[in-house]
């Protein structure tokens, strides 16, 4: 869709608020939904539809295996291991800084005030539960890692406020709505996506937040966690090519996970090997210490690195 289409639903979505979804209800006012064409080409879908190919496809749900079990998982782009900006661990293997992380969201713990039933055909936004707030999205930039992977921070010691009546964090650092910034933080795998090609129905990892008033969508895989030298927990995978010349992984690439998600060892960061497989291997999990299973990949034979991927997944 063209930047001016775009501009124009967004204008829609603001002018739909009079009419559908909380226009009267107190706190800050509803101006829509974000504009998520300068987004990083991460949180955009890969996958073109339509008789030209040149639209873009919702965002689609991948499968793959951990274990010899397949799991679904929605693919949220790719850093080739060379990126400057890619931090080492003690294997000198490529890992994400968490220095690399620019937004923070806030969570509200403490509840809100239930208004109205949502109803999917009328309404803009819920009124039972209060959306996170983020302070940035990120858009694309040349010079810096751009990563789905948040600050969480949580806003406590204040009166039950509507729900959703939060949806700016200038308001809420003003004192519109009372309380206090929590010490203490958090890092969580947030996406912020293009609503516009936001999968529906939305599935478990799929929620809602705010941005200056404006709504958007986020495919949440949870905490993550950070190791003593600063970098994301990190999980292997192999990615099956399907021709030695391929340069990177995209949509309906073939997968093998280290972890399912909930697993010990899984983690929304992925650190990718790479391995064109042998006729007729039908590869369903990673085997780290051989003799190895014919449907495990040994992964002592395992060396190209190719780089660092995101996936959302919830626990299955």
């Known amino acids: 869709m063209q930047t001016k289409q775009k501009w124009a639903l967004t204008l829609m979505m603001a002018l739909g608020a009079v009419s559908c979804g909380g226009s009267a209800q107190p706190g800050d006012p509803y101006r829509g939904t974000i504009d998520a064409s300068g987004l990083d080409s991460k949180f955009q879908p890969h996958a073109t539809c339509g008789s030209n190919k040149r639209d873009k496809c919702p965002f689609a749900v991948q499968k793959a295996y951990s274990g010899g079990t ?5 693919y949220l782009g790719f850093i080739a291991k060379d990126d400057k900006n890619l931090s080492k661990d003690a294997q000198q293997r490529p890992a994400v800084p968490a220095s690399a992380v620019k937004i923070t969201a806030y969570d509200f713990a403490e509840g809100c005030k239930t208004g109205k039933e949502y109803d999917v055909r009328t309404d803009a936004y819920r009124e ?3 959306y996170s707030v983020f302070d940035g999205l990120p858009f694309t930039n ?5 990563v789905p992977l948040v600050k969480v921070k949580s806003w406590s010691e204040m009166p039950q406020q509507p729900c ?8 809420l650092k003003e004192g519109d709505f ?12 947030r996406a912020i996506i293009d609503t516009t090609y936001a999968p529906y129905p939305p599935p478990a990892e799929l929620k809602s937040g705010w941005y200056r008033g404006l709504q958007l969508a986020y495919f949440d895989s949870g905490a993550v ?24 992984p995209v949509y309906n690439s ?14 929304p960061v992925v ?8 006729a007729g291997t039908n590869y369903t999990s990673l085997c780290y210490d051989p003799p190895c299973a014919a449907d495990a990949i040994d992964m002592t034979t395992v060396k190209t690195l190719s780089g660092v991927m995101f996936l959302a997944s919830s626990p299955q």
Do not use: C, H
């Open 70 to 74: 397949e799991f679904s998982y929605f």
């Open 128 to 130: 039972d539960t209060q």
């Open 142 to 146: 040349t010079s810096a890692l751009v």
């Open 164 to 171: 959703n009546a939060i949806k700016d964090l200038t308001s």
């Open 178 to 189: 009372g309380g206090k910034e929590a010490e203490g933080e958090s890092f969580a795998f």
């Open 225 to 248: 966690t950070v190791d003593e030298a600063g970098n994301f927990k990190t999980m292997d995978a192999v990615w099956l090519k399907a021709a030695a010349a391929d340069k990177a």
């Open 254 to 267: 073939r997968f093998v996970f280290q972890a399912r998600p909930g697993g010990e060892k899984w983690s």
């Open 271 to 278: 650190r990718v090997y790479e391995l064109v497989p042998p």
